[in-house]
């Protein structure tokens, strides 16, 4: 069973701050992608990384994934509270069983306080 | 284009009773999912299903029914709803390739008393 650790689980910060997510596994993933969830939405896909070592920016985000296809980040640079929700980092597997399907992480509920 | 739908938004049942949960995709993406979210356990997976008439079991299966008759729908059915099958339920598609993206609906939240 594949399994993916989102560390930390809350962040509360100011406006203006920078912040961190991290995900990690034991398991090596194909992909792994990035969502953010609002109240009473449905997530909603932020970014794909496919290769190792592979970094990919979107505005403020800056999404990073391990060498080794085993771990991903999530940084935000100068936080907004529009950036205000839940982070959830998915990886997809290889084949057999885990074909098409996303292996998910608990989340990271995120607050930015203006 | 509306992407995908899932209907209704919100149902309050009573135990025992049969309900279903509907998940319409406009886009023929083959793989469709079924999860549902509960605080502390994230997203688990009930069902999901690779094509038409191909389902096959998540994590959390029991006490559910899926069927897939047409690529573009995948309704969810809770034979007996219990109260531990309160949550609110995300549908989900996908293509299925390349980064295995999925695309959520905007979710249903039930409530069983």
């Known amino acids: 069973t594949q399994l993916l650790e989102q560390s930390p689980q809350f962040l509360s910060i100011q406006e203006g701050e920078n912040l961190t997510v991290y995900c990690n596994s034991s398991s090596v993933f194909s992909s792994l992608q990035w969502y953010r969830q609002e109240p009473g939405e449905g997530p909603v896909l932020l970014v794909t990384?496919?290769?190792?070592?592979e970094v990919k920016k979107l505005k403020r985000l800056t999404f990073q994934f391990g060498d080794a296809r085993k771990d991903s980040s999530l940084h935000i640079t100068a936080a907004q509270t529009g950036d205000t929700g839940l982070y959830l980092c998915?990886?997809?597997?290889?084949?057999?069983?885990?074909?098409?399907?996303?292996?998910f992480g608990q989340g990271t509920i995120l607050t930015v306080h203006p | 284009d509306a992407g995908i739908t899932q209907s209704p938004r919100y149902k309050i049942t009573e135990t025992g009773r049969q309900v279903t949960l509907m998940c319409h995709q406009t886009w023929s993406h083959s793989y469709m999912f079924w999860y549902r979210q509960d605080l502390g356990h994230g997203l688990r997976l009930i069902y999901y299903?690779?094509?038409?008439?191909?389902?096959d079991k998540g994590e959390v299966p029991d006490g559910y029914v899926v069927s897939r008759s047409k690529t573009e729908n995948f309704p969810l059915t809770l034979e007996s709803a219990t109260r531990s099958q309160t949550s609110v339920y995300f549908c989900?598609?996908?293509?299925?390739?390349?980064?295995?993206?999925?695309?959520f609906g905007p979710g249903t939240r039930l409530t069983v008393t």
């Open positions: 989900a598609s996908s293509l299925g390739t390349s980064g295995f993206e999925q695309y």
């Open positions: 299903s690779a094509a038409a008439d191909i389902t």
């Open positions: 998915a990886g997809a597997g290889w084949g057999g069983t885990s074909y098409g399907k996303l292996t």
């Open positions: 990384v496919v290769t190792g070592g």
